[in-house]
């Protein structure tokens, strides 16, 4: 039933690409997160959330917590970066967002290769992810 | 094994220990449920300077690492049940955290499976759609059941677990005579180089329909529970599909990469993500998964994998019992 012909022990030209921009978005991310968790620790940007006081709020659930803080949830971190608790989030979102510019760029490949079945694959995944990432599904207490 | 022995003993006493430790402070300090929450400003202030949290998370995570390597499972298992029944922080905020752990390891694996063909895109790209997709609605309704309720079904599904790590075969070379009509349509096949025999290995796999549909639940139960699925892809991959063993482990590993990044977002944007959590965690437990690395030369895996299982129902019950009684 199926052509096996094809079958090579390399790895395919998409799969070598997605594993490219895996490696180096997850390094950029890494890197970011440890430089952004130095600038919170060493308290070169004051924390939005006073440490003492955060340790008080981890202790109740999500929704309290970001009442109590006055933090609003979603994207809302994008507009607080001034402060050094929250100036993690860009390696938080870049690690958590590598994997959508993985399935971007795979899908020129895929149709280059007339794989036409996993490049919209590879689009629905990459839209799903998005869906997830924009806030615009979510759930909540 | 005396020796080894001892070390297992030693890595459990100190997490046995620091779970000793910790356990007044969480009784005093977690209100578990919206009742106790609800009168959050009755809940006594931390009496712990700031650092001690992070750093005991860091030393703890350090360990979890050395044992997740040894005992073969995924860091992310090992991280929510044992540190939402032992640390003071919120569940919500340790299945964030479990997440962005689990996904660090995977993106960090991810780059080198893929390079040495052994995971393969191919397969996890159908598989990956269907599971992120379910996390997100597992994120979702994990959200949204009360804390106590996610806390048996944790317990519940961790004692699972240990069940199935305990009676679990696994097949090498699964033998699959024919791949089914889905399969052979998406071309999931493929070749990869045993290295310890250096022969060719060709694979297929059978099943997909009834695979992709167990995967359903697996993205469900790892966005509700913010535990990665290494434990629950591998078996269904291997076992249940055909894939070769290898493949099966290395294709999981990459696809808790999309997964749980559906599932990441989705506890992100909640405002389950807590920076002073997220990074000691994940420098401890990919710095004791190096070490790990080491020690697998000279420990023996099948204790240590004894010894995990048993870490494990001891979490798991704790979860049952702080479910069940608060």
Request: glycine share 10%.
């Amino acid at each position: 039933m199926e052509d096996t012909e094809d079958i090579t022990m390399e790895a395919t030209p998409e799969q070598v690409l997605y594993a490219k921009v895996l490696e180096k978005g997850m390094y950029v991310g890494l890197l970011i997160l440890f430089i952004t968790y130095a600038i919170y620790m060493f308290g070169i940007l004051d924390p939005y959330l006073p440490i003492p006081q955060l340790s008080r709020l981890w202790t109740q659930n999500v929704h309290e917590y970001l009442t109590e803080a006055g933090i609003q949830d979603g994207w809302a971190w994008v507009g607080m970066l001034r402060y050094g608790d929250f100036v993690n989030f860009i390696g938080i979102a870049m690690l958590a967002g590598v994997t959508i510019m993985c399935y971007i760029a795979i899908i020129p490949t895929l149709l280059r290769n007339n794989d036409k079945v996993y490049a919209a694959l590879a689009a629905l995944e990459a839209l799903v992810l998005i869906a997830a990432a924009s806030g615009l599904v979510a759930g909540g207490h | 094994m005396g020796k080894y022995a001892k070390i297992g003993i030693c890595i459990l006493l100190c997490l046995m220990g620091a779970a000793l430790i910790i356990s007044p402070a969480m009784a005093q300090d977690h209100g578990d449920g919206y009742e106790a929450t609800a009168a959050s400003a009755l809940i006594p202030q931390d009496t712990h300077p700031w650092w001690f949290w992070p750093l005991l998370l860091f030393v703890v995570t350090f360990v979890m690492g050395i044992l997740a390597v040894l005992g073969g499972v995924g860091g992310g298992v090992l991280f929510v049940p044992i540190i939402s029944g032992f640390f003071p922080f919120h569940l919500d905020f340790v299945r964030g955290t479990g997440l962005l752990v689990a996904l660090s390891g995977a993106l960090a694996a991810g780059p080198g499976l893929l390079k040495a063909n052994l995971a393969s895109l191919r397969l996890a790209i159908p598989v990956a759609l269907i599971a992120s997709t379910c996390a997100i609605f597992g994120a979702m309704i994990g959200l949204a059941l009360p804390t106590n309720i996610i806390q048996i079904c944790l317990g519940v599904t961790i004692l699972g677990i240990c069940v199935l790590m305990l009676t679990a075969k696994k097949s090498e070379f699964p033998d699959v005579p024919e791949s089914d009509p889905l399969s052979a349509s998406l071309r999931i096949y493929g070749v990869y180089q045993e290295a310890s025999t250096g022969r060719p290995i060709h694979w297929k796999v059978h099943r997909t329909p009834l695979g992709l549909a167990l995967f359903v639940i697996i993205g469900v139960m790892a966005g509700m529970f913010g535990l990665g699925a290494g434990w629950a892809n591998v078996p269904v991959l291997n076992l249940l599909m055909g894939a070769p063993l290898k493949i099966s482990v290395a294709t999981s590993k990459f696809l808790l990469s999309i997964t749980d990044t559906s599932a990441a977002w989705i506890y992100m944007n909640k405002g389950c993500v807590i920076p002073l959590m997220v990074v000691p965690s994940l420098v401890g437990i990919m710095l004791g998964s190096f070490l790990g690395v080491r020690l697998l030369k000279i420990a023996k895996p099948g204790f240590i994998r004894w010894m995990v299982i048993g870490i494990l129902a001891f979490a798991g019950l704790k979860a049952l019992q702080k479910g069940i009684f608060g």
